[in-house]
């Protein structure tokens, strides 16, 4: 039984009278009315699914009642009805809201097959609601900023980071090289009160320690040599935002001091200068160095660290949470979709299976970058293992791309020899996908040899 409601409005009793009928057989519930006036006042006590509207009514004709009861039509599809038809009336409709159009005199097809229409466009938009809510659930459980995951560890730490980012307070990112240190502390910004504002990323390992005070702090005209003019600096960059310092343990001792000194005043320097300036800043660091081992050291100040460690965030490696491999894979494809204009669909189980048991040296660095250079040379749509570096395959690999110090210890040519042979089979076989009689041929040696020195070698093929 269908339990949609139906209102027929036209000034023709026979009309009204055949419709009723026509679509009260097809299970519809139906109320009529006589004119736009007398449709306005129902429509404002009860909500339709369906409208017939004719045109031409004394009193308030169909276009007057679309007019009138707009702000009561927002879940309802209204077709209008005329026997005189004409392009321009059916676009005023539309302009108006109207679902549809049809002129009379029509058959009674023509209404159940509207209807039949009307109801489809109904059911897709409601599945397209539901899909879009369904996503942003997926999206808002699972991401961060640019950051994607679902382990349980990273789920902990993106509530920690949306709690964070709603105060000024400092905050110290810390975990291994690629772990997505400065993509957590742009998240953190853009969901601050200060998003408007920059986020200024400075890598203090990256530029040199004398020069490194100038670009943080600016420097007056005449402080040194060059120095033919005011500089603001990076801090003055980002008044008002954020300045992020990447790998704050490779802070010079010196400038220790001054950075203490904007997170107790609120003041910098500038190179030169002789007074003080308020700058309005917030500060968040990052280190893939243990702190408390560089204040041991002597190469990194307590106090600082106690500064800077205000709010901890720590990001485990990507081997402590293998859970995340597949929908980091699936992100980065789409990126690299989009990119690179390809249509990458999937990727195939033994590929996805050389991916979770992969330790990840790199993290999700090198994670992305994996996905990268495969959706560049697969020829298909779906991801094969040939398509990824051999080191999915042996890991060992790594240490050989260092270099031979990296895959030797000793001096003996025996032991080198065997280890050299081992590590080129496993290159040859991850080349081929473990077909051995390919690798042989590679290794130009022959398949009942190759056999052997596999077996000798205890290599798993």
Not at 204 to 211: F, R, V
Not at 253 to 269: A, G, M, P, Y
Not at 373 to 387: G, S
Request: hydrophobic share 40%; net charge negative.
């Amino acid at each position: 039984m269908n339990q949609s409601r139906v209102l027929i409005v036209d000034d023709e009793t026979n009309m009204r009278h055949m419709m009723s009928a026509l679509l009260n057989d097809a299970g519809y519930i139906v109320d009529e009315a006589a004119d736009g006036q007398e449709a306005l006042q129902k429509v404002k006590e009860v909500r339709y699914n369906y409208i017939f509207c004719d045109i031409k009514m004394p009193k308030m004709d169909g276009m007057a009642f679309m007019k009138a009861a707009g702000a009561y039509l927002d879940q309802t599809d209204v077709v209008m009805m005329s026997a005189y038809g004409s392009i321009d009336i059916a676009i005023e409709a539309m302009k108006l809201g109207a679902y549809d159009y049809i002129s009379k005199p029509f058959k009674p097809d023509e209404i159940l097959l509207t209807l039949k229409k009307a109801q489809e466009r109904e059911l897709l938009k409601a599945e397209n609601v539901e899909l879009k809510q369904r996503i942003e659930e997926i999206e808002g459980s699972h991401s961060f900023g640019n950051m994607v995951a679902k382990s349980k560890a990273m789920q902990d730490l993106f509530k920690l980071a949306v709690k964070v980012a709603q105060y000024d307070t400092t905050v110290l990112v810390t975990g291994e090289s690629g772990t997505g240190k400065e993509l957590i502390a742009k998240g953190i910004h853009y969901q601050s009160k200060r998003s408007k504002k920059q986020i200024v990323p400075v890598n203090c390992a990256g530029i040199p320690h004398n020069l490194l005070e100038s670009e943080l702090f600016g420097y007056k005209k005449g402080a040194f040599t060059g120095a033919d003019r005011d500089y603001g600096g990076l801090f003055d960059a980002a008044a008002g935002g954020t300045v992020f310092l990447d790998e704050i343990g490779d802070l010079p001792l010196s400038l220790q001091v001054k950075l203490l000194r904007v997170l107790q005043e609120n003041e910098i320097r500038p190179v030169g200068a002789v007074e003080s300036r308020i700058v309005d800043v917030r500060i968040i660091a990052a280190t893939s160095k243990s702190l408390e081992d560089e204040i041991k050291k002597g190469n990194f100040r307590d106090d600082l660290f106690y500064r800077l460690n205000v709010m901890s965030i720590h990001l485990p490696p990507l081997h402590d949470r293998s859970e995340d491999v597949p929908l980091l894979c699936r992100f980065f494809m789409d990126r690299y979709n989009r990119k690179l204009g390809k249509t990458i669909h999937s990727i195939s189980s033994a590929a996805m299976s050389l991916l979770l048991d992969y330790q990840w040296p790199g993290n999700v660095r090198e994670l992305e970058n994996m996905i990268e250079r495969a959706v560049v040379l697969a020829e298909k749509d779906v991801l094969e293992p040939e398509h990824f570096p051999a080191v999915l395959l042996n890991p060992d690999m790594h240490r050989e791309e260092e270099g031979f110090e990296g895959v030797f210890s000793g001096y003996s040519l025996k032991s080198g020899k065997k280890k050299l042979e081992s590590a080129l089979i496993r290159k040859a076989l991850a080349k081929t996908g473990g077909n051995r009689t390919r690798a042989a041929r590679l290794l130009e040696i022959s398949h009942p040899s190759l056999l052997s020195k596999i077996k000798d070698y205890e290599i798993d093929a």
